[in-house]
């Protein structure tokens, strides 16, 4: 419905986001974090996952069903992850989910989900905004 009168601006940092974890998972500090069917799993080379984030803590859901536990997800940033095949050359394009802690300059031949841009590389880190 249009609004007939002024309203308060409803807003969020869009920083860090609590996500309900897959039954039987663990998601380490620093890990790349995925959703699978709405349930936040180890970042893993796989088709129709969706990037999330950066896990914010450690969360151990190995004993527990879906949504048992929460994990901290901080997202719109830049985060460094262990480079798979990535160049320079790589600047500005997509990488691709490899692990929770690694991400490839390609999609392995349609087996990997997409992860992030590629913002910088160094010979050990690559840098992903997303």
Same mark, same amino acid.
């Given at each position: 419905m249009? @609004? %007939? ?9 869009? #920083? $860090? ?11 380490y500090t ?7 069917? +709405? ?5 893993? *080379?796989?088709? #129709? @996952?969706?990037?999330?984030?950066? =896990?914010? *803590? @450690?969360v151990? #859901? =190995? *004993?527990?069903? #879906? ?5 901290p997800v901080?997202?719109?940033n $830049? ?5 798979s095949?990535? %160049?320079?050359?790589?600047i ?9 802690? %690694?991400?490839?300059?390609?999609? +392995?031949?349609? *087996?990997? =989900? ?7 590389f160094s010979?050990?880190? $690559?840098?992903?905004? @997303?």
């Amino acid at each position: 419905m249009a @609004l %007939t009168r002024n309203k308060p601006a409803q807003t969020r940092s869009g #920083n $860090v986001y609590v996500r309900p974890v897959k039954a039987g998972v663990i998601i380490y500090t620093g890990a790349l974090v995925a959703l699978e069917n +709405g349930f936040a799993i180890p970042a893993k *080379t796989a088709l #129709n @996952l969706i990037a999330d984030g950066r =896990s914010d *803590t @450690l969360v151990n #859901n =190995s *004993t527990g069903a #879906n949504g048992d536990k929460m994990v901290p997800v901080e997202r719109n940033n $830049v985060f460094g992850f262990e480079p798979s095949g990535v %160049t320079a050359a790589d600047i500005g394009k997509m990488s691709y989910m490899v692990d929770d802690e %690694t991400v490839a300059a390609d999609d +392995g031949a349609g *087996t990997r =989900s997409p992860a992030g841009k590629i913002i910088d590389f160094s010979d050990d880190l $690559v840098w992903v905004q @997303l």
